[in-house]
């Protein structure tokens, strides 16, 4: 019995909260992580209000907790100023996706059109993605494959159709998720980012790979190779 | 204490031994003295059988009477086998960490994209960096909440490469390696480097359901 009762406390001590990172005030997180009084509760406010706009308030919460641990180097006004424009973003993002024909929108979808948005697609873009995507609970993989294709260097209209293309092959949604991989290993041999723009929007594909560790599959000449230096 | 108005005979007859040098006043006396104990005896009221069985169930079972609280701020001497203590904390700290992992993987801020429904599926994604000379790299991200704490890497000595694994839903992902808990670095290998909005980089990376392939 006695036993039983240790072992008992050790586990609640030991054992995080599992609400620290979904349940718990923003704000409450801040000061636990030792961030002032000043800069919890205008994280807080912005969080409230975002709140109270219906927009989704994780991709706040989480820029303010990097804000927070980059605080070396970023001074609080910064963060703050930073979450300012990410929620703009966010009310764009929110528009894009009611534009769409998603309304009420699911915060995941505003969120991935905010993040899309920032990563330099168009409103148009956006919408185009969402309404290409077979169902609207998976417009967001979408959004943040386009996204990240764009982040590779490629053109956002190329990264659109990308995915527009991938989810018309009638593949399991989510297997979206691999077209920056399959990019990443066409770039490693070679390619440059505008290469493989160009034959996407030529209307060439880029082929999911069945297993990663064999590559990305592809149309695309693949270009020579470079003679050994001696 | 001695009553000095009875000799030592007195005391002795009070006593109820037999004596014969007392006077009659005495011994008559003493006699009253006796009959007045007696009489004040026999008005005492005798406790029955049920209180000794009362008392009786108190001393044969304290630990049933003893409060928890009672218990609980008592020392107590405990006995502990090293190895059974030891798998004890090795089982514990699995089960802090596989609810942590689950805390940050359940967070939509973590930009990871549940499907089917299937929200705990997982693939083992690879980090790794090649920072000789250096005590000490950890991994930050939205996946965990970008605490630079909470995943160390390790070190290949040889090598000078630092390595950790990390199961992550299928999502995208930023992420910065930190050196000595002060020099944070992107990751060359990810997919792309991105504004940060602070003016740095944050690396980027699109866990699919198959995992990630790097450049």
């Known amino acids: ?230 | 204490m001695t009553d000095e108005r009875f000799s030592s005979d007195t005391h002795r007859y009070l006593d109820g031994e037999p004596v014969d040098l007392i006077t009659d006043d005495e011994r008559a006396l003493a006699d009253r003295l006796n009959e007045a104990v007696a009489s004040y005896a026999r008005g005492l009221e005798v406790p029955g059988p049920e209180v000794d069985r009362a008392v009786m169930a108190v001393i044969s079972s304290p630990a049933r009477r003893r409060s928890f609280w009672r218990w609980f701020v008592a020392s107590h001497v405990v006995m502990v086998r090293p190895a059974l203590a030891a798998a004890a904390v090795i089982a514990i700290i699995a089960f802090s960490s596989l609810v942590s992992m689950r805390t940050f993987i359940g967070s939509e801020s973590a930009r990871e994209i549940a499907t089917s429904g299937d929200s705990l599926r997982t693939v083992l994604v690879r980090f790794e960096v090649r920072a000789p000379g250096v005590q000490r790299v950890t991994l930050a991200g939205s996946f965990n909440g970008w605490d630079a704490t909470a995943i160390g890497l390790t070190e290949n000595r040889a090598t000078g490469v630092w390595t950790v694994t990390v199961p992550l839903a299928p999502g995208e992902y930023q992420y910065l390696f930190v050196l000595d808990d002060d020099r944070w670095i992107p990751d060359p290998t990810a997919h792309a480097q991105v504004d940060d909005g602070f003016g740095q980089l944050n690396s980027v990376i699109a866990v699919g359901p198959r995992g990630v392939v790097r450049s």
């Open chain 1, 1 to 230: 019995m006695m036993r039983l009762v240790l072992l008992l406390i050790a586990i609640a001590a030991l054992t995080p909260s599992a609400g620290y990172a979904q349940g718990v005030d923003v704000g409450e997180q801040l000061l636990a992580r030792g961030a002032s009084a000043a800069f919890a509760d205008a994280v807080a406010d912005l969080v409230a209000t975002a709140r109270g706009e219906g927009l989704p308030t994780d991709p706040i919460a989480d820029k303010a907790f990097e804000g927070w641990a980059k605080r070396a180097f970023v001074a609080p006004e910064r963060v703050l100023t930073v979450l300012a424009e990410l929620a703009t973003r966010l009310r764009a993002g929110r528009d894009a996706t009611v534009t769409a024909g998603l309304d009420p929108p699911p915060g995941s979808v505003v969120a991935a059109a905010a993040e899309a948005l920032g990563r330099g697609l168009t409103a148009d873009q956006v919408r185009a993605v969402i309404e290409a995507a077979p169902a609207p609970e998976v417009a967001a993989v979408g959004l943040l494959t386009a996204s990240a294709l764009a982040a590779q260097g490629l053109e956002t209209a190329a990264a659109v159709k990308a995915v527009e293309d991938a989810y018309r092959s009638g593949r399991p949604p989510e297997e979206v998720l691999e077209l920056p991989s399959a990019v990443a290993g066409l770039l490693a041999q070679g390619l440059v980012p505008a290469d493989v723009a160009r034959h996407i929007l030529e209307g060439g594909q880029i082929l999911i790979p069945v297993t990663p560790a064999r590559g990305p599959i592809t149309d695309l000449p693949r270009p020579p190779k470079r003679p050994r230096r001696r």
